[in-house]
């Protein structure tokens, strides 16, 4: 059921959420206007906030932690943004800038392009045991007649070209699952962290 309210009005429920998922069309400026006002608001309410980032892998972390920590020139950051990404800079400038000028932690969760490539092609179980270490160690690859379902919905019926269609399903649920992983691990990081911190701060 969809909903439509202000960021006003959802602002008590994003801040009582460990994790904001906020959508996108890649190409739609206006999107990334309002994830940067979403990041915005919960920082201006005291809430701690990472942005973790499907156009970056997990490989580009320096340049991200460069890029906010203001060590790594803007030309320098966005040929790493197209070395990760290949939809227009000026598009998403304005959520790295914010967390550049804020010091709003940015963490890559992709993986790399070639993995999803080779699945989307000849299918999970084509990768060597070199590639599938690369990925979080719970990623497996079942994909059922639901998940299918969603995919063709969401992508359409011709999103996956001249591939074989489970392939293709395979490759983004390597993609979604492997996202969420590296999140919660990020997350559980963090926690992890500020409990230490606390302990020695009572010492």
């Given at each position: 059921?969809?909903?439509?309210?202000?960021?006003?009005?959802?602002?008590?429920?994003?801040?009582?959420?460990?994790l904001?998922v906020?959508?996108?069309?890649?190409?739609?400026?206006?999107?990334?206007?309002?994830?940067?006002?979403?990041?915005?608001a919960?920082?201006?309410?005291?809430?701690p906030?990472?942005?973790?980032?499907?156009?970056?892998?997990?490989?580009s972390q320096?340049?991200l932690?460069?890029?906010?920590?203001?060590?790594?020139?803007?030309?320098?950051?966005?040929?790493a943004?197209?070395?990760?990404?290949?939809?227009?800079w000026a598009?998403?400038?304005?959520?790295?800038?914010?967390?550049?000028?804020?010091?709003v932690?940015?963490?890559?969760?992709?993986?790399?392009?070639a993995?999803?490539?080779?699945?989307?092609r000849?299918?999970?179980?084509?990768?060597?045991?070199?590639?599938?270490?690369?990925?979080?160690?719970?990623v497996?690859?079942?994909?059922?007649?639901?998940?299918?379902?969603?995919?063709r919905?969401?992508?359409?019926?011709?999103?996956h070209?001249?591939?074989?269609?489970?392939?293709?399903?395979?490759a983004?649920?390597?993609w979604?699952?492997?996202m969420?992983l590296?999140a919660?691990?990020?997350?559980k990081?963090?926690?992890?962290?500020?409990?230490?911190?606390?302990?020695?701060?009572?010492?």
């Open positions: 059921r969809k909903v439509t309210v202000t960021l006003e009005e959802a602002l008590p429920q994003l801040l009582s959420a460990p904001v906020v959508g996108e069309q890649h190409s739609e400026a206006l999107h990334h206007e309002m994830q940067r006002k979403v990041i915005a919960l920082v201006a309410a005291g809430r906030v990472a942005v973790g980032l499907e156009m970056f892998r997990r490989e320096a340049e932690d460069r890029w906010v920590a203001g060590e790594l020139p803007p030309a320098d950051f966005e040929k943004y197209y070395r990760n990404w290949n939809y227009p598009a998403y400038r304005t959520v790295f800038d914010y967390a550049r000028l804020h010091g932690p940015l963490v890559g969760l992709n993986v790399a392009p993995i999803t490539r080779q699945v989307a000849d299918g999970f179980e084509s990768l060597s045991t070199t590639q599938r270490g690369q990925l979080p160690a719970a497996t690859c079942e994909v059922d007649a639901a998940y299918m379902a969603y995919i919905q969401a992508f359409g019926a011709h999103a070209g001249h591939l074989d269609f489970t392939n293709f399903c395979e983004q649920l390597v979604d699952k492997s969420a590296h919660i691990a990020y997350l990081e963090r926690s992890e962290e500020r409990r230490v911190g606390k302990e020695c701060r009572s010492r």
